[in-house]
């Protein structure tokens, strides 16, 4: 199943100190190479630095060997959303239909 991982990185001198590491991104690549990201784009979340990364899990137990490293490392706040691709939603057509049928 796709989830798209909300990453919100400390902020303030915290930080700031994670990208005064010469080695920060290449860190990062690794990171995401480990954890198999199939995309990852970096931008701001509420005011602080962020990134929202998508990885395919067969499993919730999965879940804490993605995000223990960005805990522990970027000290950052994690949210994972469970996401459909056009494909995936296609194949929920009868149940949306069989709902509308029994509550619609």
Do not use: H
Not at 47 to 71: C, K, M, T, W, Y
């Amino acid at each position: 199943m796709k989830y798209i991982m909300k990453v919100k990185m400390a902020s303030g001198e915290s930080g700031n100190d994670l990208l005064k590491d010469p080695l920060f991104g290449k860190k990062m690549q690794e990171l995401l190479k480990e954890i198999k990201a199939e995309a990852a784009y970096f931008t701001t979340i509420c005011g602080n630095r962020g990134a929202f990364v998508i990885v395919n899990l067969d499993d919730a137990s999965q879940i804490p060997a993605i995000a223990e490293p960005f805990f522990i490392w970027l000290k950052a706040e994690i949210e994972f959303y469970p996401v459909m691709t056009p494909s995936d939603l296609g194949k929920a057509g009868p149940a949306i239909e069989a709902a509308f049928k029994k509550w619609g």
